[in-house]
């Protein structure tokens, strides 16, 4: 059974960091790849970054290009989310996804698991 878990989300000043944690269970990340996605109240999800079987192929949304940096811990069987320079526009509950595939390819209508969630609040 595959389970994801995120943790590591909180209330921090804009321009502040917070590193973001999915630990994972039931996942072989040469046959996954790993999503991270926000819901900002009011608005639909958006994929936010991805990290494909590889480790090496990572995309990110353009909103958070140069302030996010994903990563994973194949042997923790961890992924992460660093997020730098956060903006109040940042603020969202954040979900991990996992979908069954050897790429870099993480749509947000077809991710076969899901976590259940961490807030991030940016205050101004």
């Known amino acids: 059974e595959v389970q994801l878990v995120e943790s590591g989300g909180g209330l921090v000043q804009a321009g502040g960091s917070l590193r973001l944690s999915c630990a994972t269970s039931g996942v072989t990340f040469d046959d996954y790849a790993i999503g991270w996605f926000r819901q900002a109240l009011g608005k639909e999800r958006e994929g936010v970054s991805c990290i494909g079987s590889s480790e090496i192929s990572t995309y990110y949304a353009d909103s958070v290009k140069g302030r996010f940096t994903i990563s994973s811990d194949n042997a923790k069987k961890m992924v992460y989310l660093q997020m730098n320079s956060l903006k109040p526009e940042d603020t969202a509950v954040y979900y991990c996804?996992?979908?069954?595939?050897?790429?870099?390819?993480?749509?947000?209508?077809?991710?076969?698991?899901w976590g259940k969630g961490t807030l991030v609040t940016v205050s101004s």
């Open positions: 996804a996992a979908l069954h595939y050897s790429g870099t390819y993480c749509p947000k209508d077809s991710m076969d698991y």
